[in-house]
Nanobody, 118 residues
Framework: QVHLLESGGGSVQTGGSLRLSCTAP????????MAWYRQADGKQREWVSS???????TYADSVKGRFTISKDKAKDTMYLQMNSLKPEDTAMYSC????????????WGQGTQVTVSS
């Protein structure tokens, strides 16, 4: 069973940057893509960005141009570089698959908190 571990969150001011990491030892990077999600207080979890097995990337409109997703298969790690952060980016960030029938969700990790102050 894959165990996801997110890290890199913190508190920054508007316009600041953070780089999140998602470590997934044993994950089959060649079979499934991965994604970042976030959940703000009182709101549902929302998809942020995905990276497929070939390295292709997609982003939610709200983060396009500011966030960059990447992965290092040798390190079993996926990253999310977040620049030009805004208060509305404040949330708990988690990683997982896209939850498809071919690549269902694995157990969710604890996530990493990102707080952006104005």
């Amino acid at each position: 069973q894959v165990h996801l571990l997110e890290s890199g969150g913190g508190s920054v001011q508007t316009g600041g940057s953070l780089r999140l990491s998602c470590t997934a030892p044993g994950f089959n990077w060649g079979r499934c893509g991965m994604a970042w999600y976030r959940q703000a207080d009182g709101k549902q979890r929302e998809w942020v960005s995905s990276i497929n097995t070939a390295g292709g990337t997609t982003y939610a409109d709200s983060v396009k141009g500011r966030f960059t997703i990447s992965k290092d298969k040798a390190k079993d790690t996926m990253y999310l570089q977040m620049n030009s952060l805004k208060p509305e980016d404040t949330a708990m960030y988690s990683c997982n698959t896209r939850g498809s029938s071919l690549c269902p969700y694995v157990n969710w990790g604890q996530g990493t908190q990102v707080t952006v102050s104005s």
